[in-house]
């Protein structure tokens, strides 16, 4: 099976991943998954875990979260379900170090994530690089229509998304209040999980943390794989991706 193929071709490629790691893989990466999934602190999980057993200090596991996280959104990247052809581009604002960053998010029209970028301004070159990052791997699957706010950086930034050759000539651009509305929406979704830290205290935190976040919303959004996408099959493919058996499963 490809899946079968897929995993020993991972757990040859990451088995230096755990290396010098005091706790066994599966704990880790459940410890993971758990608080990018959920709205959890890492004290909240530190008590979970002695509850069952496991001494596991929470800043051990937040050094766990921002070592683990990228990989996940790393490896599942290849996974991502094309998008329908028809996009939406906004950002919204993340507290860094008592300071308003922000965050470049894509979605299709029918809500499937597309692509994310923390920035430190929100200006011409963010906006350039958010779509050279959303594009550049797929220039094929570039989106025909694509919905944004009225900001003045986005009309130039497809210019030359076009000219590079990362969108097909002449796309729609539209800028329109009500079809933006999803994907404000959908900043929720992200910044949910972000109501229990308060600000990121650094730039990589941030950067590396909300990655995690952005990928499991990829995870549970599926990825054509089967016509139900329950929690433990979502585990079952985290597991996948650093060639283990079972997340929860020593």
């Not at 490629?13 to 999934?37: H, N, P, T």
């Not at 200006?123 to 009225?150: C, H, Q, V, Y």
């Not at 995870?219 to 493919?237: C, S």
Request: charged share 30%.
């Amino acid at each position: 099976m490809i899946l079968n193929a897929i995993a020993e071709k991972l757990k040859r490629k990451s088995k230096d991943d755990f290396k010098g790691r005091q706790f066994e893989a599966w704990l880790i990466i459940q410890a993971v998954s758990w608080y990018l999934r959920y709205p959890l602190s890492y004290r909240d999980l530190e008590e979970m875990f002695l509850e069952r057993g496991f001494e596991v200090d929470h800043s051990t596991i937040n050094r766990w979260v921002l070592t683990y996280a990228p990989l996940i959104e790393k490896r599942l990247r290849r996974f991502r379900k094309p998008h329908c052809g028809s996009i939406r581009v906004d950002e919204t604002y993340i507290k860094v170090r008592g300071k308003w960053k922000y965050l470049y998010r894509a979605i299709d029209k029918h809500g499937n994530p597309v692509d994310f970028l923390l920035t430190a301004n929100r200006d011409l070159d963010a906006a350039k690089r958010f779509f050279n990052k959303m594009l550049k791997d797929e220039p094929l699957l570039s989106p025909g229509k694509i919905g944004t706010d009225g900001a003045n950086t986005f009309p130039s930034t497809i210019k030359q998304s076009v000219d590079k050759g990362h969108l097909r000539p002449d796309p729609v651009h539209y800028v329109t209040k009500h079809l933006q509305q999803r994907i404000e929406s959908d900043h929720f979704r992200v910044k949910k999980n972000m109501l229990r830290i308060g600000g990121f205290r650094s730039f990589h935190t941030a950067r590396r943390t909300i990655a995690g976040f952005e990928a499991m919303l990829w995870l549970k959004k599926g990825f054509d794989f089967a016509e139900t996408w329950t929690v433990r099959e979502q585990n079952d493919l985290i597991a996948l991706l650093f060639g283990l058996q079972k997340v929860n499963e020593a």
